[in-house]
């Protein structure tokens, strides 16, 4: 046989696929094509694969997964499912995460129930593309009660959605109750479990049908990948995969790799969150320049019984309100927005350990003003000015005295 030639070894030269070590963590699979040995294990993996299949962990071409997807995949259906029969398909972010699982038990004609505290790129996905595909959204109280939400069903109403807590104002919802209703309706339930994360909420017992997981918060845990999750119960596996396949979501095996390195250390680390953000909350509940904080782990938070009855823990991230009499122009009475934004930037910037960034989630602390008023319609906004904050795993001293250094010089910024 001829020596092949130089550009034919460039295309074969170290690739040996049966050198393989034990080590601690899973080898990173990058693959966009997968090779087969013959034609016919090529069309049985393009079957299984397939958007009307869904097979599990089917490997015919890396948008339909690889080792290291797979494993991630299991590890949700563990962590997230909890015993309960459940697949996860992966998306590129928690947006693509939610906007897929809505997109695969919606259509054209349809009515979905959304919840008015979920966080804001979902109310706006909710308003845009599925209003533009013939979708009608009713929005409702974030803590309406099943008998109210049963009112506002529709012969058309297909999807109940929920996050628990609200995004920035961190309303409890009682999931079970809601739950239970869109289950006896013939409804599919879906709940954003970002905040808790499944170290102290496990939706699958709540009885949800689908649970979405913003991967890029703690599970990640390093402000440095991007990825969404939706696990949902086996029966609603077939629909939800036929969506991921149509639009071609998926993920790469390094940010899978990052995913699952994160999840190794994420229960100690919302330990840490937990403390921190509580030792902030208390410390903030007292300091005059605040209103109320919204910290459901707070006796103090009117759903803190629903939280206590069905959180395990809290995690590093609540808002609290500053006192609207602070913003009142001198002799005039109301908020005065040009001096919100003179606080705020007095408040949120120059900070030692607090950054102002969108996302949260990370080991770092961030602080961010929160604009809710446009993102509420069921259950108008009326409280003062908002900030947002995360705590990271930094010590909680060197935190509370930064905040208490940012209260000072957004006093100072107001008294002209
Ligand atoms: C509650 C909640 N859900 C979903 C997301 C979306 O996640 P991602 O940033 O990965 O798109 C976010 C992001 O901030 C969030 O706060």
Request: net charge negative.
């Amino acid at each position: 046989m001829s020596k092949p030639a130089f550009s034919t070894l460039l295309s074969h030269v170290g690739r040996r696929f049966d050198e393989t070590i034990a080590t601690v963590n899973l080898p990173v699979y990058r693959a966009s094509t997968v090779l087969f040995d013959s034609l016919e294990a090529a069309a049985k993996a393009g079957h299984g694969a397939s958007a009307g299949v869904g097979e599990r962990h089917v490997a015919s071409y890396g948008t339909s997964g690889t080792p290291t997807t797979f494993a991630l995949m299991d590890a949700l259906v563990e962590l997230e499912g909890a015993g309960a029969a459940c697949r996860a398909a992966l998306m590129p972010s928690g947006l693509a995460a939610i906007s897929t699982a809505l997109l695969a038990f919606l259509k054209s004609g349809d009515h979905l129930l959304m919840s008015d505290s979920v966080y804001g790129p979902t109310r706006m996905f909710a308003l845009g593309m599925l209003e533009r595909l013939g979708v009608a959204t009713t929005f409702f109280a974030p803590t309406a009660t099943a008998a109210e939400v049963a009112a506002l069903i529709r012969p058309t109403t297909r999807v109940l959605y929920l996050e628990s807590p609200g995004s920035y104002t961190f309303e409890v919802q009682d999931v079970p109750a809601l739950a239970a209703l869109a289950r006896s309706r013939g409804i599919v339930s879906m709940v954003d479990n970002a905040w808790a994360s499944p170290v102290f909420a496990r939706p699958f017992e709540w009885g949800v049908d689908l649970s979405i997981l913003p991967l890029t918060k703690y599970w990640s845990g390093h402000s440095d990948v991007l990825m969404g999750a939706v696990v949902v119960r086996e029966e609603h596996w077939p629909t939800l995969w036929r969506a991921v396949r149509e639009l071609g979501m998926c993920v790469g095996g390094d940010d899978a790799f990052l995913i699952l390195r994160g999840l190794r250390t994420v229960e100690v680390r919302m330990h840490r969150h937990q403390e921190s953000a509580l030792a902030l909350a208390r410390a903030l509940a007292a300091r005059p320049e605040v209103g109320r904080v919204l910290h459901p782990a707070l006796a103090a938070h009117p759903n803190h019984d629903l939280w206590r009855r069905d959180f395990t823990g809290s995690s590093g991230l609540f808002s609290f309100e500053l006192d609207p009499a602070l913003f009142a122009a001198p002799g005039a009475a109301g908020i005065d927005p040009a001096r919100v934004a003179r606080g705020m930037v007095a408040l949120c910037e120059g900070r030692r350990h607090f950054r102002i960034g969108y996302s949260w989630g990370g080991y770092e602390s961030l602080i961010m003003p929160g604009s809710i008023a446009a993102l509420r319609s069921a259950a108008v906004w009326s409280g003062g000015p908002l900030v947002r904050l995360h705590c990271g795993l930094e010590d909680p001293a060197d935190l509370i005295a930064d905040l208490e250094d940012g209260l000072a010089a957004l006093t100072a910024s107001l008294v002209h």
